[in-house]
């Protein structure tokens, strides 16, 4: 499993021969400019919710790959449905097999609505389980209890968690974030991209590093393999 930062809360997953884009927002970020989305071929789009830092260029990617399958919630998924494009509609606390792994889509605390004002239904998260290899994908989130469920039924490889504050967890939740899904591999999204959300890379990377935790802060761009 290869996974790619495209800055913000822009995620690229490779798995089982299928790319997988996690809530693009990459066309309106400077950070990003160097990043070319005609070379980005998504079969799938995983939405957590319908803020435009994560939906920015669904409809763009969508119109340069009409075969490719919008995930998300009933609410966003018939959004884009009106449009023409295609989808599979989950809700919380249900699973579905894709052709590159199970994904359940499960709670996030945090508001959502498209641009235009239209109602994005309640945000969320995505477990991803594929090739051996178990990722959390929390979306923009609060600090929940709910997350203590994750590991209940699923052993993460990889948590990919919100950081910037303001918006979303801080570094300290974040922290507490990983103590309940129980994993100690942390990617840190959702910071920097603007001037409320900016953070301290060294003292972000060190306080995981206090508690045991190995935080990755890639640039964008930038891959892993799990």
């Known amino acids: 499993m290869k996974i790619t930062f ?5 995620i690229g997953i490779e798995v089982n021969g299928k790319f997988i884009l996690v809530d693009p927002f990459i066309s309106a970020n400077p950070k990003a400019s160097h990043i070319n989305l005609d070379n980005l071929r998504p079969d799938y789009i995983l939405i957590t919710h319908a803020h435009q830092d994560h939906t920015l260029d669904v409809e763009y990617f969508m119109m340069n790959n009409p075969e490719a399958v919008i995930v998300s919630n009933a609410e966003i998924v018939t959004y884009y449905l009106s449009k023409g494009f295609k989808g599979h509609m989950m809700n919380h606390g ?3 097999k894709f052709d590159f792994g ?5 709670n996030a605390v945090h508001s959502s609505s498209f641009a235009d004002g239209t109602y994005g239904g309640n945000p969320g998260g995505f477990v991803i389980e594929s090739e051996h290899k178990n990722i959390y994908i929390s979306g923009d989130t609060a600090l929940t209890m709910d997350m203590k469920l994750i590991p209940m039924r699923t052993k993460l490889d990889l ?9 979303t967890m801080d570094i300290e939740d974040a922290i507490i974030a990983s103590d309940f899904v129980e994993c100690d591999k942390i990617l840190g999204c959702h910071y920097d991209t603007f001037g409320f959300i900016e953070i301290n890379h060294q003292q972000a990377i060190q306080r995981f590093f206090s508690k045991g935790k190995d935080l990755m802060l890639l640039e964008i761009g930038q891959s892993i393999e799990l």
């Open 159 to 167: 948590a990919i968690l919100p950081i910037g504050n303001n918006f």
């Open 94 to 96: 249900g699973y579905w």
């Open 6 to 10: 495209y800055g913000h809360a822009s």
């Open 102 to 106: 199970t994904v359940k889509y499960v």
